[in-house]
């Protein structure tokens, strides 16, 4: 047993700290302590400057232009960013369609859109709820029909994440409608601007503009899109699912998360002492710390499992349901923490008259709102357990 | 980065767990742990062969062993059998008489059974209010349910001594001893002194005793996670095969969901064991103990309970090994600081830091 990094692994640790230093701008971190909805130059030039080290692409192999780290040094790299409120990398290029060009693309596709990823060119999003197809989603129904050289597409897509900033979207179509569901599903590359597709935006829960609906209505795409074979589809949205749980656990976010609430624990009074004194707020938030502690280490044993075994198995399950419990318990905490402060709507109006509610603070109830996506989307938690009762217990 | 058992580790608990196996199985542990001496003076003898409580101190003691994760192995093995044998105490005599630099070769070899009266009725966790005190070098005062002290030849007692709290020995013949069972197997007893002739072993003796603590708390966690790991097995065994309404109760996904939350949590259980093992000796021992000992509070709790209730009528009967490992996991909260006594202490670190800049 040694919970220690070895001594590249701390050298390396040490590298990042040092470029996080000196290259993430303040004000981008200030916007994401804020909880700020981060404007597409913001994303786009973060990226430009990880690229500019070659650190954007953290899960692609030397070969393609990533760093070629090992899932320990990824884990030490997404820790020191989400400590250093650096914004999040985007997913769907980098971390989704990447990993899935790159095992059942062609060479062709792979020449074409790997370094239009790297570089910023393309900005993709992600075509895979419906309205009727959420946990359930091999009951999709958005059709895709050969005619010619072209699939031709009619459907609707739905929680689309930043759609309004993509150029193009890769989807999970339905191909042919007999057998199982998860047999006649296709996976297919779109471009946002083909006649034919409609993105409108979905306001959530706290009034902001993330997700959106996609119509597609008689949308023409060349059968050259089709990554794999047809009817294919479905064995590369399982590998891209898992794709997605990697860093599911987001334990430095929460990290943060626990930092930031301490602090404001202490600063805030209430009965005449700080808040970090009751007991009762002190004993949710122990508990919170301990689990987390715990996480940690959890983390940790499956990122070496992941290591040992060539990549992460059903277990990390277990790490999408505590993380995202851990890390939501804490918003709640930091909500609370705040009592009727957290109340006033962050309009801009608001926003602006740092006399009424810190910066710092007026979206806080709005974060707490936001992130209880976090136990739904990705497979809610109770699909990971489903995954994990198949997977493991073999009842 | 590394969470594999060293060489070393690995066989202590290969060789320990098939002692166990092939020597303590249920029947034999449900007949010594629930009649006097509650426990099996010949197979306490054969651990010690097996140099089990060797494993528990360091060379420097007389031992071979005696790190966080020494511990950790030793009773995560003991939890499986449910093996109602007094390590517990003997790992804790060990860590005061190293303290003390008393020789302790007849405690290690198995010989000479102590049993260790800490805490007391009214403050059975926190040592700030305890009553036994010192006179002239006797000892007068109540020290109550001392595991192992029902078959123990003597103790290791915490008494106030002036301002301070020492630690004295106290041989079971020079006192009132009366010992009993307890209700997860295994024995106990009750210490009385009235001016009882001691031995003082060690005055200010606060950060040994605190020690020992730590010790006996880590232990209970590795315990706990050997205990869990039976209790979840059996537990799925018996999803698998009883049937209701035409199918194997494991088939309904109200009891799949409900065995995922306790994989969730044994697992963030053996997590906050081998964090708490690694930070033996260092700096924040006792924070990270009594994290780990609330969480395995917590979850301990869950897995008793959730496993009898899944279990239904049968884990209802004495008969079915599975409600003694039940019975186990909820009592070992009442051992060495329950669930809110250590969440207190981690809350207490809030106040502290205060003084401390960020």
């Known amino acids: ?364 109830a709005a974060r707490y709102f936001n992130n209880r996506k976090l136990s739904i989307f990705g497979g809610s938690n109770e699909i990971q357990r489903n995954i994990l009762t198949k997977a493991m217990l073999e009842l | 980065m590394d969470f594999n058992l060293t060489e070393d580790r690995r066989m202590l608990a290969e060789t320990l767990n098939r002692y166990l196996a092939d020597q303590y199985g249920a029947a034999h542990r449900e007949q010594v742990a629930y009649a006097a001496p509650f426990h099996d003076p010949q197979k306490w003898r054969e651990i010690a062969d097996l140099g089990i409580l060797q494993a528990l101190a360091p060379e420097t003691a007389g031992g071979f062993g005696g790190a966080g994760f020494d511990i950790t192995v030793v009773f995560e093995a003991l939890g499986r059998a449910l093996c109602p044998e007094p390590v517990l105490p003997t790992l804790m005599a060990s860590r005061l008489l190293a303290a003390a630099g008393v020789e302790q070769g007849a405690l290690l070899d198995g010989t000479m059974r102590y049993g260790v009266g800490l805490g007391e009725l009214e403050s059975p966790y926190a040592l700030d209010q305890i009553e036994t005190h010192a006179e002239n070098g006797r000892l007068s005062g109540r020290k109550s349910v001392i595991y192992g002290g029902n078959d123990a030849d003597r103790f290791l007692v915490a008494a106030r001594n002036g301002p301070g709290i020492a630690v004295y020995e106290v041989l079971a013949t020079d006192a009132q001893v009366k010992g009993y069972g307890l209700i997860d197997g295994g024995g106990a007893a009750e210490l009385f002194l009235e001016n009882t002739p001691a031995r003082l072993l060690m005055e200010d003796a606060g950060g040994a005793v605190n020690d020992a603590l730590d010790a006996g708390a880590l232990a209970l966690c590795g315990e706990a996670v050997g205990l869990m790991d039976v209790t979840l097995q059996t537990l799925l065994e018996y999803l698998r095969t009883r049937k209701q309404f035409g199918r194997t109760i494991g088939s309904f996904q109200a009891l799949q969901h409900r065995v995922v939350d306790m994989v969730t949590e044994i697992e963030q259980s053996r997590s906050i064991t081998i964090l708490a093992a690694s930070r033996m000796g260092a700096d924040d021992q006792s924070r990270s103990v009594s994290m780990a000992k609330n969480l395995i509070g917590r979850t301990a709790k869950l897995v008793a309970e959730e496993t009898i209730q899944m279990h239904g009528g049968i884990a209802m009967t004495w008969e079915a090994p599975v409600s003694h490992y039940a019975k186990r996991l909820t009592m070992l909260d009442h051992q060495l600081g329950d669930t809110d006594e250590h969440l207190e202490r981690v809350m207490a670190g809030y106040v502290k830091s205060q003084a401390a800049p960020g």
Request: overall charge negative; proline content about 7%.
């Open chain 1, 1 to 364: 047993m040694d919970l220690n990094f070895t001594p590249q692994e701390a050298a390396f640790q040490a590298e990042v700290r040092t470029f996080l230093r000196d290259n993430l701008p303040a004000e981008f971190a200030r916007a994401v302590r804020d909880g700020d909805e981060l404007p597409k130059a913001l994303m786009e030039e973060w990226h430009a400057i990880l690229n500019g080290q070659g650190w954007l692409a953290t899960t692609w192999p030397k070969e393609f232009g990533g760093p070629g780290w090992t899932p320990v040094q990824r884990h030490i790299f997404e820790e020191e960013c989400a400590r250093a409120n650096a914004p999040r990398i985007v997913p769907f290029g980098l971390a989704m369609l990447g990993p899935v060009l790159q095992k059942f693309g062609t060479p062709a596709q792979q020449a074409e859109y790997l370094p239009r990823i790297l570089d910023g060119t393309d900005w993709w999003c992600q075509g895979y709820s419906e309205p009727g197809a959420g946990s359930d989603l091999a009951s999709l129904k958005t059709r895709a029909m050969r005619d010619g050289d072209d699939y031709v597409i009619n459907g609707q897509k739905t929680w689309t994440t930043l759609g309004q900033y993509a150029n193009r979207i890769f989807c999970l179509v339905r191909t042919q409608t007999e057998g199982k569901p998860q047999a006649g599903i296709s996976f297919i590359l779109v471009d946002v601007d083909t006649p034919g597709i409609e993105m409108r935006p979905i306001r959530l829960i706290e009034g902001g503009y993330e997700v959106n609906e996609v119509f597609f209505t008689d949308v023409r795409v060349p059968a050259s899109r089709l990554v794999g074979q047809e009817n294919e589809g479905w064995t590369i949205a399982k590998f891209l699912l898992t794709h997605e749980r990697t860093n599911i656990a987001g334990v430095g976010f929460s990290m943060q998360a626990l930092d930031e609430l301490k602090a404001l624990a202490r600063r805030i009074r209430r009965n005449a002492k700080p808040l970090i004194e009751n007991p009762l707020f002190a004993a949710r938030l122990a508990q919170a710390e301990i689990d987390l502690e715990a996480m940690k280490i959890t983390n940790l044993r499956m990122l070496v499992r992941a290591r040992e075994q060539g990549g992460p198995g059903p277990e990390t399950s277990i790490l999408k349901i505590k993380g995202t419990v851990v890390r939501q318990a804490l918003n709640d905490l930091s909500r609370r923490a705040l009592g009727p402060a957290a109340a006033p709507f962050p309009s801009e109006d608001l926003l602006g008259n740092a006399s009424l509610v810190p910066e710092e603070h007026a979206r806080n």
